[in-house]
């Protein structure tokens, strides 16, 4: 079949005529749990259906994400969902029990609900529709549906292990992460820093012999604060933002001068920051106080469900793709043809996979799901089923329309 107009209204009633199918993908997901590093189960829920739905292959990589593809045409197009999710905390007051995947009144609750079990059901969907009314032959692209793994921890080192250790680098990227139906182009980049100050520890009773390393911190500390109110919002992302989040000091007793300060931070970076710039800044604050401090970027390390081992740095770089950017032209159009309305454009106000393959390896990436950003991580997690069959018909539609917007030129 070749994709017109009118068999995306074909495939568009069929799609609606199966949303209790959809419904149930979306409920089975959010049943399964699947904590960072604890995503066995899912990947084989995954791994099962890709099968049943006919894609060309599916298989697990070496990192443990979830690798679906379908057709083998020469554009290469990459759907990302990550399928692991924070965790359910004590404290958490849940209106349904959070692996429950309760449906009242159209809408579902749960952990994963809208952090982002539902662009890995519409991504299945999708995909399911696509293999059975189109000979491989006749797809322009080929099509990588990806559910990445330990990507709340890591953001990106998923994609990025895809890309270099697997050999599979896209044209073109999809995110899942919440949008509430909007195109999303971008989202600020964040960094962790460490600041450490040494003095000379002494008795608290001669305190006079001692060099206290908290009171070096101090200014660096005051410096820090003043920074983050004069640092510059661009747009359309707004400003980046520092925060020091940890403060910890070593010392023989609590009845000693420390010896030693740490401090941990966290940078939101806007357009035109960059590691470099975000390094210097506290350098150039350290110098204007005459201290001698130390700055340093933390790796963050873990193990997958599959056992492999990765480090990581702490920087995840801000990306934007351009509004005429044909991809975003794609999903505007996509989006606006689903939604019968002018669809709009934003972008993220947390990380996402994109630091990788936006940040980190240019690669044109844009993002479009049900749910709502603000309602990540909370036990707030609901999502309207009737947005996920309207994203679901999106999912569907996209790697037709950036194919034909490609062959304009
Ligand atoms: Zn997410």
């Known amino acids: 079949m070749i994709n017109t107009k009118s068999t995306n209204q074909k495939i568009f009633a069929e799609l609606e005529n199966e949303q209790d199918e959809l419904n149930q993908l979306i409920q089975s997901l959010i049943q399964i749990r699947s904590y960072s590093c604890e995503e066995k189960e899912i990947v084989e829920f995954i791994l099962h259906k890709m099968a049943e739905y006919n894609f060309d292959e599916a298989f697990s990589d070496k990192f443990g994400n979830v690798v679906g593809r379908i057709g083998n045409g020469p554009i290469k197009i990459l759907f990302d969902a990550h399928i692991d999710t924070v965790k359910v905390t004590e404290s958490e007051e849940w209106l349904y029990p959070p692996f429950e995947g309760k449906i009242v009144d159209g809408k579902i609750y749960g952990r994963g609900a809208v952090d982002e079990k539902p662009a890995m059901a519409g991504y299945l969907m999708a995909g399911k529709k696509i293999k059975k009314y189109f000979a491989n032959e006749s797809l322009p692209f080929t099509l990588y549906i990806v559910g990445s793994v330990l990507e709340e921890d890591a953001d990106g080192y998923p994609l990025y292990h895809l890309i270099i250790n697997e050999g599979i680098k896209p044209d073109y990227v999809l995110l899942g992460e919440p949008t509430d139906l909007k195109v999303y182009r971008g989202q600020r980049g964040r960094m962790e820093m460490k600041i450490t100050t040494t003095g000379k520890s002494a008795h608290g009773a001669h305190n006079q012999q001692g060099i206290n390393a908290v009171y070096k911190m101090n200014p660096i500390i005051d410096g820090i604060e003043k920074l983050d109110k004069s640092l510059p919002a661009v747009e359309p992302l707004g400003k980046g933002s520092i925060t020091v989040s940890q403060v910890v000091t070593r010392a023989p007793s609590l009845c000693s001068v420390p010896d030693y300060c740490q401090i941990h931070i966290d940078r939101r970076l806007t357009l035109g920051e960059s590691k470099e710039s975000a390094v210097e800044q506290l350098q150039k604050i350290i110098q204007d ?121």
Do not use: R
Not at 388 to 404: I, R, S
């Open 289 to 409: 106080k005459k201290m001698d401090a130390e700055i340093s970027i933390p790796d963050y390390e873990a193990v997958s469900w599959k056992g492999t081992k990765f480090k990581e740095e702490a920087y995840f770089p801000t990306w934007v793709l351009e509004k005429d950017h044909v991809l975003t032209q794609a999903g505007l159009q996509t989006a606006s043809n689903i939604l019968s309305k002018s669809a709009e454009l934003g972008t993220w106000a947390f990380s996402t996979n994109g630091v990788a393959t936006a940040g980190h390896f240019d690669i044109p990436t844009i993002g479009f799901a049900p749910g709502k950003e603000e309602l990540s991580h909370s036990s707030k997690e609901e999502l309207l089923l009737d947005d996920l069959l309207l994203a679901t018909k999106f999912y569907f539609a996209l790697p037709f329309q950036l194919c034909e917007l490609l062959n304009q030129g």
